[in-house]
């Protein structure tokens, strides 16, 4: 019997909704495969604004070092979105993101053809789509300094600094090439290399790395380039590395492919150990979504998929990472949908008659 840690950061608007069922999902996987994980709830995002005056206190940033993983929902919502605000709760992520070492966001793109009716785009587009994308996560121009607002001769203006070095981009290329070969041996590579120098350093380093992997085909593409065939080649791409506002970008776009953003995981990881594990923090891409917030509709299922990767990235748990996600698919699978992802006319389910769905199918 094994037993974990889990810090448990529900953040904004659905967070706590979403976070809920996560936590429900483990307690699950730990009765039926005999695990114990323990939890700790602590406030980020504008919940912790209200609370301390900060987005996060260094206090729960401590702790979330300390655990096994961090499951986090959602930060931001109308009542902190003042773009003239000393303390916003973005500023509470960015934090978790840089102290706890996740340099590395990996966030898997697959179109279910139960749910090819959810995008917008033709079945015969989405067909064999199954991405597995890795955004640069700690540096690029979300980090880089100088980065202010000013006044300079009575005129505003501000600066943003698109900051990498050799080591950043070498680290994601390598994680990037070594995906690649335990899928289908094509990476690709996104930048604007045509015009930044940030990235034409970019294309220099993954090109240099790439010399160590001489089974996996690699290809560049521009990013605005990369915006266009997203739509209308996705089935093309396997393993995609970008930089930090890249990767947000494209991945953002990239949930049209799944049918809904609340079909989304994402696993933010930093270096690992020879047994490939370690800390990570778990959050479904959807955000925080204020204007489902408190309804009980918003889609579990990304959170229940962020499940899955904390178990097989943090905890180890392949078999029932496995279980969590075969039961996800049989729900879907099985005609239950909630409202983003329904056809026109079909019943839809709230968060919590979803969620036992999905339980309900655990090792069926």
């Known amino acids: 019997m094994a037993t974990f840690d889990i810090f448990v950061l529900p953040g904004d608007g659905i967070g706590p909704e979403v976070t809920a069922e996560g936590v429900r999902a483990l307690e699950a996987i730990g009765q039926r495969f005999e695990h114990v994980f323990n939890f700790e709830q602590d406030l980020a995002g504008g919940a912790a ?3 301390h005056g900060v987005a996060i206190r260094p206090e729960t940033l401590e702790r979330a070092k300390q655990s096994t993983a961090v499951l986090f929902g959602a930060v931001g919502g109308p009542k902190w979105d003042n773009p003239t605000a000393a303390v916003r709760p973005e500023q509470g992520l960015l934090a978790l993101r840089r102290e706890l070492g996740l340099w590395a966001n990996l966030r898997p793109v697959k179109a279910e053809p139960a749910l090819m009716h959810s995008s917008a785009l033709k079945p015969e587009v989405l067909a064999g789509v199954d991405m597995l994308v890795i955004r640069e996560l700690t540096s690029g121009i979300y980090f880089g300094t100088p980065q202010e607002r000013r006044v300079v001769n009575g005129r505003r203006e501000a600066i943003d600094t698109d900051y990498y070095n050799e080591d950043e981009i070498a680290r994601v290329a390598h994680l990037g090439f070594r995906a690649a070969r335990e899928r289908r041996k094509q990476l690709t590579s996104v930048d604007k290399a045509n015009v930044l120098a940030s990235s034409r350093l970019w294309r220099e380093v993954v090109v240099e790395v790439a010399a160590e992997y001489p089974d996996v085909k690699l290809e560049h593409v521009l990013v605005d380039a990369m915006t266009m065939h997203l739509i209308n080649r996705p089935s093309s791409f396997d393993v995609v590395i970008a930089d930090n506002m890249f990767g947000d970008i494209i991945t953002d776009e990239a949930s049209v492919l799944g049918g809904s953003m609340g079909m989304l995981p994402s ?21 925080s979504a204020p204007d489902i917030a408190g309804k009980g509709v918003a889609n579990p299922l990304a959170m229940f998929l962020c499940t899955a990767m904390l178990l097989r990235h943090s905890c180890g748990l392949e078999d029932e990472a496995r279980a969590l996600e075969g039961a996800v698919a049989r729900a879907v699978d099985d005609g239950l949908r909630t409202a983003d992802i329904a056809a026109a006319g079909e019943r839809t389910l709230g968060t919590r008659e979803m969620a036992d769905a999905v339980l309900e199918r655990i090792g069926a």
């Open 267 to 287: 696993a933010s990881l930093g270096t690992l150990g020879e047994d490939g594990l370690g800390l990570g923090m778990y959050e479904p891409i959807h955000g």
């Open 49 to 51: 604004i209200d609370a």
